[in-house]
């Protein structure tokens, strides 16, 4: 089965930590990306890659960080200057030509005490 | 910068009705796509529909069916024959062609379907 999978789904962290979050996909997309949910509102994006050893900031980029060494994996770290880091993080990826939309993972639930 | 704008944060209608949730966006762009998105309580998030800017055909999908007006900028989504199952959030998306292809949700509208 082709699909997004990220791992794990519930994450417990104490403040000051760095945590990583996993973002793998099988679907051969060259675009992936990771967004951050808040209660009540839509997504908002953190950082995206379009290629293999390239990445871009998002809209909320402080505080994070994020490495594609390989097309399948865009895993996702959040720093301890991250200061509100409790959320509901979702990774997507998409092709890069003739389909535009994005398909999304199952998501991750963040949260720092 | 693009935006987009859900102006109904929640909706309910009962089982079977028909319901129509609104979008509008703000672009200078001529390319481009839009989405709706459905997050149902799973939290998984489940493309419904899309529509390409340059198409005045609007999309359809089964029981989902948008009304694209490029002049006014304004993206909705019509669900007919509605299900308990269609109980979800919706977020409406807008992604340009042009440089970086970045999607843009808007806020979302939480949709209710009653028995």
């Known amino acids: 089965d082709g699909g997004i999978t990220q791992s794990p789904k519930y994450l417990f962290r104490k403040e000051g930590q760095n945590v990583t979050l996993s973002c793998e996909q099988n679907?051969?997309?060259?675009?992936m990306y990771w967004y951050r949910q808040d209660p009540g509102q839509g997504l908002r994006l953190i950082y995206y890659s379009q290629i293999v050893n390239d990445f871009q900031k998002g809209d909320i980029a402080e505080g994070y960080s994020v490495s594609r060494e390989k097309k399948e994996s865009f895993p996702l770290t959040v720093t301890s200057a991250q200061k509100n880091p409790t959320a509901f993080y979702l990774c997507?990826?998409?092709?890069?030509?003739?389909?535009?939309?994005?398909?999304f993972g199952p998501g991750t639930r963040l949260t720092v005490t | 910068a693009q935006t987009v704008t859900q102006s109904q944060p929640e909706m309910s209608v009962q089982e079977a009705e028909t319901v129509t949730l609104s979008c509008t966006y703000d672009t200078s762009e001529s390319n481009y796509y839009l989405f709706w998105y459905k997050q149902p309580p799973s939290r998984q998030m489940i493309l419904v529909i899309r529509?390409?800017?340059?198409?005045?055909q609007n999309a359809t999908e089964n029981r989902f069916s948008v009304n694209f007006q490029k002049a006014a900028k304004s993206f909705s989504l019509k669900i007919s024959d509605s299900q308990l199952g269609d109980t979800a959030m919706y977020f409406c998306?807008?992604?340009?062609?042009?440089?970086?292809?970045?999607?843009?949700f808007g806020q979302g509208t939480r949709l209710t379907i009653n028995p």
């Open positions: 997507a990826s998409r092709r890069t030509s003739g389909y535009y939309e994005q398909y």
């Open positions: 998306a807008f992604m340009k062609l042009k440089g970086a292809q970045k999607l843009v």
């Open positions: 679907l051969n997309h060259d675009a």
């Open positions: 529509q390409e800017a340059y198409k005045q």
